[in-house]
C-alpha cells in the first residue's frame, strides 16, 4: 500500500513495563500472537512529538505538529517466509479531534482527544523530556531524563525489542484484523538516569492496568527518532 501519512516522530520517551499476559491476550488481533521478550510480555507508554505531518501527501493547517501519548504491547504475525512483529494500541492521546477521529476513520485505532503540553530540553549535558495530557480535570505525566549522547541500541537487549517493531495491526468491528507498514530508521537512544509516570491509571487506561503501571518500569529511554511514513492499512487473511 501508498504511504497514507508521512511525518517526523521526535524525542519519544518510552517507559516499559511487564505484565502478565493474560491481561494482554484478550487484546490481541485475529491472526496475530503476542509477542514477549525472553517470555516476558510487555506494554509501553510513549510520548513524543508529531512533527510535519502530512496525510495522503497534504499537510493540514494547525495540525502538523502536536504531542501524542499512547500505550501499546507487542505482537507478531507469521506472512510467507518470515515473521512480522509489531505493535497493538490500547489507546492514544492526542490534542486534536480531527486527528483522532482521521485515525479512528482509517485505522479504526483507539484514538482519544484531551488537551496536552509538553517540554523538552536538550544540550550538551543530555536530554529531559515530559508529555502530560489533562482527564476529568487532572494533569497526567511521562518523563524520562537522560544524560550525555544518545547511543546505538545493543542487539538482543530489551530497548532493541521495544523499538524494532514496524508494522501496526488494529482489531476491526467485524473482527478481522487491518495490518499496516511503519516505516523508519533505527533509532538512537539516551538510557533514562531518571523516569516518571505521573497518571490516574484507572480513570485513563482502566483498573486492570492499575498495579502493573504503578511498579517502577522494566526499562525506560528516550529515543531520538526519524522521519516516519505509514502505510495504508490492508486486511489480513487470516
Not at 503476542?34 to 512533527?51: H, K, N
Not at 523499538?163 to 495490518?179: F, K, M, P
Amino acid at each position: 500500500m501508498g504511504a497514507f501519512l508521512t511525518a517526523e516522530w521526535r524525542q519519544l520517551v518510552m517507559l516499559n513495563y511487564e505484565v502478565d499476559r493474560a491481561l494482554l491476550e484478550p487484546l490481541v488481533p485475529r491472526g496475530t500472537v503476542l509477542d514477549t521478550y525472553q517470555g516476558r510480555a510487555f506494554v509501553s507508554v510513549v510520548g513524543f512529538l508529531f512533527l510535519q505531518t502530512r496525510v495522503l501527501g497534504v499537510s493540514v493547517p494547525f495540525h502538523q505538529d502536536f504531542e501524542e501519548v499512547n500505550l501499546r504491547f507487542y505482537v507478531r504475525r507469521f506472512a510467507g517466509d518470515d515473521w512480522r512483529r509489531g505493535v497493538v494500541f490500547i489507546k492514544e492521546i492526542v490534542p486534536k479531534a480531527a486527528i483522532a477521529a482521521t485515525a479512528r476513520l482509517a485505522y479504526n485505532e483507539r484514538y482519544v482527544c484531551h488537551p496536552m503540553r509538553h517540554q523538552v530540553t536538550t544540550g550538551g549535558d543530555g536530554i529531559s523530556a515530559s508529555y502530560e495530557w489533562k482527564v476529568q480535570d487532572r494533569w497526567n505525566r511521562v518523563f524520562a531524563r537522560g544524560e550525555g549522547n544518545p547511543r546505538v541500541v545493543r542487539p538482543g537487549t530489551l530497548d532493541e525489542f521495544i523499538t524494532e517493531h514496524y508494522w501496526g495491526y488494529t482489531a476491526q468491528r467485524d473482527g478481522s484484523t487491518l495490518e499496516y507498514q511503519v516505516e523508519h530508521p533505527s533509532w538512537r537512544i539516551w538510557s533514562a538516569v531518571e523516569s516518571a509516570f505521573d497518571c490516574d491509571v484507572s480513570a485513563v487506561y482502566g483498573d486492570a492496568l492499575v498495579e502493573p503501571l504503578s511498579r517502577p518500569p522494566a526499562s525506560a529511554f528516550i529515543a531520538d527518532g526519524s522521519p516516519v511514513t505509514v502505510h495504508g492499512g490492508r486486511p489480513t487473511a487470516d
